[in-house]
């Protein structure tokens, strides 16, 4: 009976949602900016009669407490952030502010957590418990929305039980999601180097130390840690993605800068890994003759689900979805300032589908042309309402 009640419920609204969805596409805005978001967010909650409150600046927290008495509580957060891309779709809704595009799935989530939020709305009379919506922003930038939402208080009074959250994925076509049960996503950390020698004329090398070589040394010998330091079963990722020697094609320049990003799934291993890739690259460059600064700005820590939680999860989509519908995932070394939560609570952090091969809506997160097959929507929404009514023992 609960699930057909939400099914109808979602049925009846999912325009409503594709709407809200579209209108945020077109509306995006970058991290910690997200004030258009916001007002968008507390007017939809307004229009509900749910009550809200303003929380790190543009952040959201709203509250839906059931009719039938219960101490029980359940939290579901969205983020709203929007990355600076710019837009390559030829769509209706696409972005109208130049250079900034939801190319994550923010405004899917968000738009999809108003939808649970009016589904579970309109059948309070009907349940017990309570449930707390999360309307975040800032996952896209360090420190992460959410830590500055919990150090604001937003998992306390009341305190949920669990929390749960979702993530648009064009790996799996719309209407399917996965699970993982256990450690799901990666921590993640900024590298900043600059190595420094003496420039000169190209044509004169042994008049000069060479910046550019000895960043290509560290960069390939900083792959040892990861194949040789690293546990095989324990899944690290060192990469460099942008690399600057100011030189000419006979000027060698004095200094190289260089950034990158390190992944990890173990905390303990995550801080020996800091101490081995700062020593190693300063000392090749020592033993080159430069020099090398190295900074890490850590930031959010390995993202996992708790067991119980999660397996519960996974029965209750099999409950609303189908089996068929319902997929295990393995670990994802992307990292989501979720994590904090799941650090501070039992957390559940699912995905959901959004590709569709026959709409060529097959682009990856992150991308230009990334989009979301819109019937992905008439799931999403229901399906958190139900796994938080479930959860809270309705």
């Not at 939402?149 to 064009?170: D, Y």
């Not at 600057?244 to 995550?270: H, K, Q, S, Y």
Request: aromatic content about 8%; some cysteine.
């Amino acid at each position: 009976m609960l699930k057909e009640e939400i099914q109808k419920v979602a049925t009846k609204n999912s325009k409503n949602v594709i709407n809200d969805r579209r209108y945020l596409h077109a509306h995006p805005e970058l991290s910690f900016e997200e004030f258009n978001t916001a007002a968008f967010v507390q007017s939809k909650l307004d229009k509900m009669k749910i009550p809200w409150s303003s929380v790190a600046t543009t952040g959201i927290v709203a509250i839906i407490k059931g009719d039938k008495p219960s101490g029980e509580v359940v939290a579901l957060r969205a983020d709203m952030d929007a990355l600076p891309i710019a837009e390559e779709n030829d769509v209706k809704y696409r972005s109208m502010n130049e250079g900034v595009m939801h190319a994550c799935g923010h405004d899917f989530h968000t738009a999809s957590l108003l939808g649970t939020a009016f589904i579970l709305q309109s059948l309070k009379i009907k349940f017990s418990g309570t449930i707390k919506l999360i309307f975040q922003p800032g996952e896209e930038k360090l420190p992460g929305g959410a830590s500055l939402m919990i150090k604001s208080g937003v998992l306390r009074n009341p305190k949920p039980g669990a929390i749960l959250g979702q993530h648009v994925t064009p790996v799996l076509e719309a209407g399917k999601i996965g699970i993982c049960e256990g450690a799901f996503m990666a921590s993640m950390d900024e590298l900043f180097v600059t190595v420094k020698g003496r420039g000169g004329h190209g044509a004169q090398p042994q008049d000069n130390i060479d910046p550019v070589l000895i960043s290509s040394h560290i960069i390939v010998a900083l792959q040892q840690i990861v194949s040789r330091a690293a546990h095989p079963g324990n899944p690290t990722v060192l990469s460099f993605g942008k690399v600057i020697a100011n030189g000419a094609i006979n000027v060698i320049p004095n200094e190289v800068l260089m950034e990158g990003t390190f992944r990890a799934m173990n905390e303990e291993w995550r801080t020996r890994a800091h101490h081995l890739i700062v020593k190693m690259a300063k000392g090749i460059a020592e033993s080159m003759g430069g020099t090398c600064e190295f900074k890490i700005k850590k930031g959010y820590p390995f993202l996992s689900n708790e067991l119980q939680l999660a397996a519960e999860v996974k029965t209750y989509a099999q409950d609303y979805l189908g089996k068929e519908n319902v997929q295990s995932m393995g670990v994802w070394m992307a990292a989501e300032d979720f994590a904090y939560y799941s650090q501070a609570a039992d957390a559940c952090f699912y995905v959901v589908g959004i590709g569709n091969k026959k709409k060529g809506i097959t682009s990856s997160l992150h991308s230009p042309t990334f989009n979301v097959d819109e019937n992905a929507l008439k799931v999403s929404a229901g399906l958190m309402a139900y796994l938080a009514l479930k959860k809270l023992g309705n």
